[in-house]
Nanobody, 124 residues
Framework: QVQFIESGGGLVQAGGSLRLSCATSGRTFSNYAMGWFRQARGKEREFVAHIGRTGGWIYYTDSVKGRFTISRDNAKNTVDLQMNSLKPEGTAVYYC?????????????????WGQGTQVTVSS
């Protein structure tokens, strides 16, 4: 069993920045492609960003391109999501997830383990 724990959420004004981090104590973190997803109240969970297990295969959903940056440190067993120029529509619970494969993609079914989520609230 692999556990992922998110941190870094909070309240920020529109235009501000937050950095989310996802950590695991597991020794096999480098085996996992990692993704960030988010779920706004009353909406379905959606894909935000992905990074392959070796640091490649980076891609984002269109609405965050140029504003969000995903990165990982396999030595520290962490994956981060730097979020700049935040917008009120970015208010959601953000989840990190890991898929035991080189690249997991945008579909939730390709991810094996999920964190509990961290709330991000962007005020207008």
């Amino acid at each position: 069993q692999v556990q992922f724990i998110e941190s870094g959420g909070g309240l920020v004004q529109a235009g501000g920045s937050l950095r989310l981090s996802c950590a695991t104590s597991g020794r096999t973190f480098s085996n996992y492609a990692m993704g960030w997803f988010r779920q706004a109240r009353g909406k379905e969970r959606e894909f935000v960003a992905h990074i392959g297990r070796t640091g490649g295969w980076i891609y984002y959903t269109d609405s965050v391109k140029g504003r969000f940056t995903i990165s990982r440190d396999n030595a520290k067993n962490t994956v981060d999501l730097q979020m700049n120029s935040l917008k009120p529509e970015g208010t959601a619970v953000y989840y990190c997830a890991g898929g035991n494969r080189l690249s997991a993609g945008t579909e939730e079914v390709r991810y094996d383990y999920w964190g509990q989520g961290t709330q991000v609230t962007v005020s207008s």
